[in-house]
């Protein structure tokens, strides 16, 4: 791999494209050796269609989305693993962005964007071996940075409180008229928070008070975070926190509420569906033979990684960037809409952390084509588990009531189908949020003396 260090300029880190042209690492697409053992050893899970919303088929991982390092590591890893390759493939990439600590940044205008990744597994409670996923990925990291694994590694979404207090300032306070130092504060502000029950912390979001989703959402944004509660003392300056959630599509869309999804702490997540992807009855893992080579590789790129600063796009890159960004950063309407509403800052943070994994502090075209392949995915992933529906719970249940009535509901009948559960003005209201979206209509009726009355449809693409 060809040595990059000398591209940091001066002591700030800053980094400029070079007037040559710098060869892509190919993405690694496994030996003749592992695909012949991949045979031997294990079958290929069938392939069942699912109940409910995702139904659909299953999003495809383009190849783009193994280029380099991490390709090579995910790809090395996937013959003995039943985990979703997608799924390990985003744990490395979420791990080297935590590991690497808040110096890498791409600067929005006046604002940095550190390479902090939030992303939620989503799949079957233990099918999925979404935890399996993690294993490897661990080893590896276990091997650059103990220290990492260590003190830096856990779990733990109870509280928002709880969460400043693993990155807290230190703090002094009064003594007998003097300052001294009472709270030593965390000696390292990485945090890499690995929540294999992201369900029990979207429950404790639900309780009145509660400061977890405020709290990682300045987590994602700043690194800067206070709890909004009266007496706290704590503070964290400068947090780098990351987080990988594991948690079932059913327990998904039943408690990401309607202000999760409205305040912006669903789309600061990159939504992954993962499944298990074959069958082995006795899993022994990678070689240490096959696996020592990656680690060295591994470490040498988190050593030039924690020297950058400033990340940019190389000319090349730029022009695609233009030519992708129109649709990234068009708003897309419902619920799908509101969870990948950041797509254009997920996909910089995601090939930033493509380029620096092979050791350039420059995006190229190549690295920008991998986040690229891997937002698609995770963005097919958030359409097939919401489906339609449009981030208003009575709105989306009128309109399944409606789907399944094609000869049309009143308000009344409307009403008996919720199981008055609603007054007649919130019902009206959200008839009319569906007509303005297209997803409704209706006919008034002649009725003996008195209104007409209204009977609804739902819009589907043939009455649209």
């Not at 591209?7 to 697409?29: L, R, V």
């Not at 919303?53 to 280029?67: G, V």
């Not at 995915?377 to 339609?388: M, N, P």
């Not at 009725?447 to 739902?458: Q, Y």
Request: aromatic share 8%; glycine share 8%; proline share 5%.
């Amino acid at each position: 791999m060809t040595n990059l260090s000398a591209e940091i300029n001066g002591s700030n880190g800053a980094c400029h494209p070079p007037e040559t042209d710098w060869g892509g690492q190919e993405h690694f697409t496994g030996s003749d050796e592992h695909a012949e053992r991949e045979g031997q050893r294990s079958k290929e899970a069938p392939n069942k269609p699912r109940s409910g919303i995702t139904a659909s088929p299953w999003p495809e991982l383009a190849d783009e989305a193994l280029y380099g390092l991490a390709g090579e590591i995910a790809s090395t890893i996937d013959p003995y693993t039943e985990a979703d390759k997608v799924a390990v493939l985003v744990n490395i990439l979420v791990m080297f962005g935590n590991v690497i600590n808040a110096n890498a940044h791409f600067l929005v205008e006046h604002t940095k964007h550190f390479l902090r990744l939030f992303v939620a597994l989503v799949g079957k409670t233990a099918k999925g071996r979404k935890g399996q996923s993690f294993s490897t990925p661990r080893y590896l990291y276990s091997q650059v940075d103990p220290d990492w694994i260590q003190d830096c590694v856990t779990d733990g979404l109870s509280s928002g409180e709880g969460v400043v207090y693993q990155v807290r300032d230190r703090r002094y306070g009064l003594k007998d008229g003097e300052e001294v130092l009472v709270d030593k504060g965390a000696k390292d502000k990485r945090l890499l928070l690995v929540e294999e029950e992201l369900a029990g912390a979207l429950k404790v979001m639900e309780r009145s008070g509660n400061t977890v989703s405020p709290i990682l959402r300045r987590a994602w944004d700043t690194g800067d975070l206070h709890p909004l509660t009266k007496n706290s003392p704590l503070v964290a300056t400068g947090a780098h926190i990351s987080i990988i959630g594991h948690i079932t599509e059913g327990e998904l869309l039943r408690l990401l509420t309607e202000t999760e999804q409205g305040n912006g702490f669903g789309n600061r997540f990159a939504w992954f569906l993962v499944k298990r992807s074959k069958v082995i009855p006795n899993p022994r893992g990678v070689s240490l033979e096959k696996l020592t080579p990656l680690v060295d590789r591994l470490q040498k790129a988190v050593a030039f990684a924690q020297r950058v600063q400033e990340v940019i796009r190389d000319p090349e890159a730029e022009q695609y960037w233009e030519e992708v960004y129109p649709d990234l950063s068009e708003g897309k309407p419902g619920l799908f809409g509101a969870l990948i509403g950041r797509a254009e800052v997920q996909v910089m943070r995601f090939a930033c952390i493509y380029a620096l994994m092979n050791e350039s502090c420059v995006v190229q075209a190549s690295h920008l084509k991998a986040a690229l392949a891997l937002w698609d995915y995770a963005e097919e992933s958030t359409r097939l588990i919401f489906g339609d529906t449009l981030g208003y719970p009575v709105a989306d249940q009128i309109y399944s009531a409606l789907s399944n009535h094609p000869q049309g509901l009143t308000k009344t009948e409307i009403n008996n189908c919720l199981g008055r559960n609603y007054k007649a003005e919130e019902i009206t209201r959200a008839l009319v949020f569906l007509q303005e979206r297209g997803r409704a209509r209706y006919i008034e009726e002649t009725t003996t003396g008195g209104r007409p009355a209204e009977r609804w449809f739902a819009c589907t693409k043939e009455t649209k």
